[in-house]
């Protein structure tokens, strides 16, 4: 703290896409002792947000080899999205801290930091996929007053859905530091630290859905004037955008309503639940050097617990009674750019496409039924498996670092050479349900626990050929911890049915956690040589070699027998899977010839990176 203030702003902005104006508040305060040995300070920050997009994208496309060369001639669409979001809510942040000197050269900090908000996400869509595009024809003016592309696309999957993720997140931290100067050449500074955070998420759909048949399709619009693809436009072959008629499912709301003709669907859609914290404490000792080419030595210790904890839970109504939702009343206009419609209805045919207002249909279905169980919001949910795990990792390390320069004698050389050693312990622990376990209540519990070390050298070196160029160089060995998604100790057993009475499967994936990964590590080098020929520009050119040890990689596998896989003993796949397993077309399956896709996360052999880089800044 170097002076006493205090300043408040208070602002707003003008978001012109969701004609809003937005406010935020922001104050800071800061106070010195006339001795300058204390110091507190205080701060705050809170904006509402609100704001909006529209998009139209491509997200997939189909290729095709037409004259059998082994490339792509032509590229046709696959999946299309016109979506409109809105995020709306509010962002609050705050800060303090207090300093104080003592006579005898120990000084004192203390720091606290807080975050959170709260957001409401909304998002609207329109999207089409699968399906033939065919018959493509160059059109001279029309749709969009230049040359573009005209083409049928048909045999379509139509959805028009509405739907709302409700997030919530916090994380605070509190973090108490102390400097003692030993005299002249020793120094000494420690460190304690404690951080929490949370992260909730809400999130709920609805569609109205039109399966693909023969005939169900649109006309394709690609603005392609002058050979600068610039958008495209999608027109329905029967039925208008704009009428709310269209989208009429009739009498049988969600059945198993004739291809071609819409059915309301009220997907149950995911949640998160995260809680994660951490506890820290560090210990560094400073000696410094005179008239010596060994100028300062660090050593110190570091103990680090990080604990998180995670559901997923997911939730659908499936089996529940639909009657009770109003057809055309719960349809809408979608949320539309300023009140003008989608795209500011610049999009011709598009303006204001029509979707099931999402908070409409969930009313309908909870005042016809009720939720019995596991119960979230009056929705029935389960915990979604892939992401449900509980994990604590206990990181211990001890580091020496010696910091050299041979300017004295006259040699223009100087940088640190130094060595860490880290220590890992790691549990992890996980909750399975599933109706192939064949366990008490379907349920399963497992853990795991896993320990290993690395020791990572390093070596800077600079050298100042002259005043204004000089060479780096380094050569150190690194490593990057896996996430925790990739360490979980659970499996996960999906299966894709034919029928809806669940006897026929059509496919099977498998999911195989690894909870005994570890970190992939990389030897490095690297040099450059950097010119700064006058004041604020410079000009670099830089050689970087990387010798990945191991590398963190998803793999597919395909063992004889699932009966291979330890971690599978637990489920009974009696009806589903059928004999052994064999690789076809690079695809593993069964007897049968189902899908049997089994993944797994494993730690890959070393490969190496090269790359020159050439930089050129000036101010």
Known sequence: IRSTFLTVEAETRYEGTSEEFVPGLSASWARKSADETFGVFLSFKWTDQNFRTDSARLNAYISDDLDGDGLADIYTPEEARYNSRQNEGERFSASSGIEWITDNNVRFGLTGIYSSYALLNKLEQLRVQDGDVTGFNEVDGGKFGNTHLEAKWENTEVDLESRVFDDEFYSWGLTGDVQWEMGENWSAKGVLHYSDAGYDRFGIQSRRNQRDRTGNGLDFYFDSGGNNYKGFMITPLTGDWDDINWYSYGEDVTDDRPLGEWRQRFLGSTGTDRNETEQAAQIDFT???HDSFITAIDTGLKYRKFERSQKRPSWSVSGWDFSGIDDLGVMRNNLGMGGQGFFGGNIGG??????????????????????????????PYRINNDSTFDTATDISAAYLMAYFDFSNWNVPVRGNLGVRYVKTDRNTKAYTTSDLLDTENNELETSAKTDFDHTLPSLNVIWDINDDLMLRGAVYKSMVRPNANQYRVDSSVDVDWIDDAETIPEGVDIGLGNPYLEPFTADAFDISLEWYHREGSGISLAYFYKDVASGIDDRVLCPASIDELSQLDPYDFTGIITGGLTLVDEICQDEAGVPIPVSYTHLRAHETALRISYAVYCL
């Open 287 to 289: 000696r410094v050097f």
């Open 350 to 379: 598009l303006t204001n496409y029509q979707v099931p207002d999402y908070k409409d249909v969930w009313d309908a279905l909870l005042a016809t039924n009720e939720c019995t169980g596991e119960c979230w919001r009056g929705l």
